[in-house]
Each structure stands twice: as C-alpha cells, then as structure tokens.
C-alpha cells in the first residue's frame, strides 16, 4: 500500500483526497519508482483545484514532477537503486503522477538525476527550473550573450522566474525582476536580480513600440505583459514565452518583429525530446548556484499539497514548493 493524492470527478463533482492505494492500481509501464519528493507548480495547481481542464483521465494520481529510487525495471537503461527523475510528458494528466509514494512510468520518460544534485534538490529545481534552464538555452541558441543588455524575467518571484534570476545572474546577465510583489526585492536581489520593478507597469494595454530596452526575456505572464515586453525588445532581442499565469491571449502587433526584428521564441517542457532535456540538466548542473535553492524553496508534506493548490494560483507562493511524499 502507498499514499496518493487521487483526483476524482463523479456525480458528486470535482475534488482531491489523500488516499491509500495498493501496487495493483498502478498503471502498467516498465519501471516502478519509490518516490522520495514531488513538487507543485502552476499546472498542479490547475490539476488539483480543477481550474482548468489539465486532468484528462479519471481518477489521477496529479504531479507533473518526481524524483525517486527505481524499485523494480524492465527497461534496459535502469536497474533497481538508480536515482531518477521525471518531468511532464503527460505525467499528472493523463498518466498517473508524482504526488504519491510509488509511481510506475516509461523508462523512455525518465533521466538520471545529475550527481550535483541530491533528490531534494532536483525537485526544488523541478519542472519549473528545468522550464528556466529551457529559455535560456533559447536564448543563448538565438545569440543572447550578457554583453548585450539587460534580461527582463516576469513572474520572478515565481517558480520559473526565481530559478531564472539566479541562473542568469551566475552567468553574468544584467537581470530585472518584474513582480507583483516589491515587497519581494531583498529576495529577487538576493537571487541575483540588479533591479526590480512591478508588474503594474507591464500588465496595461500598450503602444505597438515603446522605447528599446531588454536584450532578452523569460516571460511567464503572458497577455499584455508579454505584448509590452515585446514591444520594448532592443533590435534583434529575444524573448522567450512560456507560461499564461495572466491569461492566454496575447493583445500584440506584428510591429516588433517586422521592423525590429525580434524573435518570439516558444518554450514547452512537457514534449521537449530527452537531449534537450539532458542537456537542460547538466547545465542546472553547472550554471545554477545550489545554495539559492534554500532560499527558492519551501519543503510540504503530501497532505498539505492540496491546500497549498489554491495559494499558488492565486500568486501566494514564492519560489518553489517541494514535497516529501513520505
Ligand atoms: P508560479 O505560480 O510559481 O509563478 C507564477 C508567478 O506569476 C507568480 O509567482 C507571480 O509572480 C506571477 N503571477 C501570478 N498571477 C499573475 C497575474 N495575474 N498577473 C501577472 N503575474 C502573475 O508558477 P510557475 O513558475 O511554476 O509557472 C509559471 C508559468 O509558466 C505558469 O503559467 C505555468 O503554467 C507556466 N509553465 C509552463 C511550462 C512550459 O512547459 N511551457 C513549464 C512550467 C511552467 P510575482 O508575484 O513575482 O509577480
């Protein structure tokens, strides 16, 4: 037997319970995991509070994110001991997740869990870290280098955002921290950000152009945050869009692109094939200070998850939350 949170959807309605489940519930797959942390983000927020339509089997394990001990494997790359981690494809949506004691998954799916890294620390990196480690790859990829101007990171006091600051700061990015709440700058600057604005000036309808500012972006907002930052870019600037946490539209003009040349560049953790996602790792590995992770991220247990849902939609949570499943 192991304990599970289990989303239901019946008669009744649409709800989350801690559970007891035994091995035979598990669904079949070729590596069964003994799971030492999961995590929440945004997504498990929707999952469990049924915000949105994330779940798409019922009942689910949710969890989008695992780090674990393998139990037992038919998969030729793991064997029982190995240390594993898990982020997405599907996971906590449509194949039973992370936020329970055991998980049985695609060997296809899983990566070693780097040696710079305990199993708590990969999952105080998470999904969300691993989604920073993605955009600034993009970045780097489209010619963003640190001599070029100032990086601005939305959402910042937020999973992505927080483990964006401090990765691009060790790299030696100028880094500005856009936030909802100021009273979050000692953090941001203690993550690495060199100034910190609020969001307010980011989330109103705006010009088509506005003055050339950011060499680079990681948005997490979207909508008009986004359309802002877009029309703020410096000639040839990049920006990177990968989270909706202000709504999924996005009210912009063509005008950055066609006359400043920016690139918007698209950032999906969920699908990204398994090189990228090694390489993502490796680089948390080098380019991510591990002792900011103490002040990123807070540690749960596995009952408090559900209540801690609502809180990190409604934009309460800084950095990241870990849980102890055990
Ligand atoms: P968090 O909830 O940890 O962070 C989101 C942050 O956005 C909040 O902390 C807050 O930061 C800011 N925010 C919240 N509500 C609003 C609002 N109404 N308007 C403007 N800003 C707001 O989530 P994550 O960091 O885990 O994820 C961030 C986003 O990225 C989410 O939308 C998520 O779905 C998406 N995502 C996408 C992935 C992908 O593969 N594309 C992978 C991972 C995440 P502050 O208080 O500092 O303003």
Redesign the pocket.
């Known amino acids: 037997m192991f304990r599970a949170i289990l989303i239901d959807k019946n008669e009744q309605g649409y709800g989350a319970s801690l559970t007891m489940l035994d091995d035979t519930r598990l669904p079949d797959s070729d590596v069964t995991v003994d799971v030492a942390y999961s995590t929440l983000?945004?997504?498990d927020?929707l999952a469990i509070t049924g915000k949105a339509p994330v779940v798409r089997r019922f009942p689910m394990v949710p969890g989008i994110d695992l780090a674990g001990v393998v139990q037992s494997s038919s998969h030729p790359r793991y064997k029982p001991g190995d240390k594993v981690l898990l982020n997405?494809w599907g996971v906590g949506e449509t194949h039973w997740g992370g936020l329970a004691q055991r998980a049985r998954l695609k060997g296809d799916w899983l990566i070693p869990v780097p040696d710079a890294f305990s199993l708590k620390q990969a999952m105080a990196i998470g999904?969300?870290g691993y989604?920073a480690m993605?955009c600034i790859l993009a970045l780097e990829r489209h010619g963003v280098r640190p001599d070029q101007g100032e990086i601005v990171v939305?959402?910042?006091?937020?999973?992505?955002?927080s483990v964006a600051v401090a990765v691009l700061s060790k790299l030696g990015y100028e880094v500005v921290?856009?936030?909802?709440?100021t009273e979050?700058e000692p953090y941001l600057k203690g993550l690495g950000a060199s100034h910190v604005l609020s969001?307010e000036d980011f989330?109103s309808p705006g010009k088509p152009l506005g003055k050339e500012r950011w060499a680079g972006a990681i948005d997490?907002?979207?909508s008009h945050?986004l359309a802002n930052i877009c029309a703020t870019m410096r000639y040839r600037g990049v920006v990177t869009a990968?989270?909706?946490?202000?709504?999924m539209d996005l009210p912009a003009t063509v005008a950055p692109f066609i006359l400043r040349n920016v690139t918007l560049a698209g950032?999906?953790?969920?699908m990204c094939p398994r090189d990228d996602r090694i390489q993502a790792w490796a680089r948390l590995a080098t380019d991510l200070d591990v002792r900011k992770l103490d002040s990123i991220c807070k540690e749960v247990g596995l009952a408090d998850a559900i209540d801690l849902a609502t809180q990190?939609?409604e934009?309460k949570?800084?950095?990241?939350l870990v849980v102890d499943v055990n």
Do not use: F, H, Q
């Open positions: 983000n945004y997504k927020g997405g999904t969300a989604t993605l939305t959402g910042a006091s937020g999973g992505v955002g921290a856009v936030t909802g709440r979050e969001r989330s997490t907002v979207g945050t990968c989270g909706l946490a202000a709504g950032i999906d953790s969920v990190l939609l934009g949570i800084r950095g990241r």
